[in-house]
């Protein structure tokens, strides 16, 4: 099942949602939607030719793997008069208490925000999601074929540095002291590539994608050039 199991630990739930993942690829069906995270612990525990990976569009963050048929995934439409957020779909699929893992990305797209959600899902979804924050919804079934053309957009931002460690660009990118950069560090409030950083000194390489609560998502480009002072001027992206 794919409902919350409430006062779980989330440490054995992440241990059981990876085991689970393996065991089905074993037993040569698909798993449920895995994040960025979660698609490195499974797919380490699994041999390159056991699995292939579906992405329901093109640079999807959630992926399914599967071995035999494609999963059957369901495209929905919201639909509504209202201005609705992100954060707000995700804030109603879970008090549905749906598990993350029976979704996929949401995405905006001319205007209307659209929800992959697993087969097994799509209806108790479309028949109970019917708010959003204080909007009245309508979820519209489409083709899968509808995000054929869709692409992330993104913001390009350069700016100079004196080092690539991981602090030092966080403080940069939120015009913040150092200090300040290391306490989101310490507070668990930075995560490259889909995992919680611990480490101050870590250096960003080249297409790390790493985010900032509450700043956002962002991926790191690279070094544009070396400046007369021996910093760095290097360019990243903030996806919108």
């Known amino acids: 099942m794919c409902y919350n199991v409430i006062g779980e630990i989330l440490m054995k739930s992440d241990i059981y949602k990876i085991n689970n993942a393996v065991e089905k690829i074993k037993m040569g069906k698909n798993t449920l939607f895995l994040d960025g995270r979660e698609f490195k612990l499974v797919t380490a525990k699994l041999k390159k030719d056991e699995y292939n990976v579906y992405y329901p569009y093109k640079d999807s963050e959630k992926v399914m793997l599967y071995t035999g048929k494609v999963p059957n995934v369901k495209l929905f439409k919201i639909n509504t008069v209202e201005k609705i957020r992100h954060q707000d779909i995700l804030g109603s699929l ?39 924050g204080k909007s009245k919804v309508a979820l519209e079934e489409v083709s899968l074929n509808t995000l054929n053309d869709y692409e992330r957009t993104h913001e390009e931002n350069e700016i100079i540095i004196s080092s690539l460690r991981i602090d030092n660009v966080v403080a940069s990118i939120i015009n913040s002291s150092r200090s300040k950069a290391m306490d989101k560090i310490k507070n668990k409030e930075v995560i490259v590539n889909y995992e919680v950083m611990n480490k101050n000194s870590y250096v960003l390489k080249e297409n790390d994608i790493f985010s900032i609560r509450k700043y956002g998502k962002y991926k790191f480009v690279g070094i544009i050039k070396s400046t007369k002072k021996n910093h760095y001027m290097v360019k990243y992206l903030k996806y919108i």
């Open 94 to 132: 879970f008090a549905l208490n749906i598990d993350s893992s029976c979704f996929g990305d949401i995405v905006l797209y001319n205007e209307y925000y659209y929800l992959f959600i697993t087969e097994e899902m799509s209806l108790h979804v479309k028949d109970n999601l019917r708010q959003i």
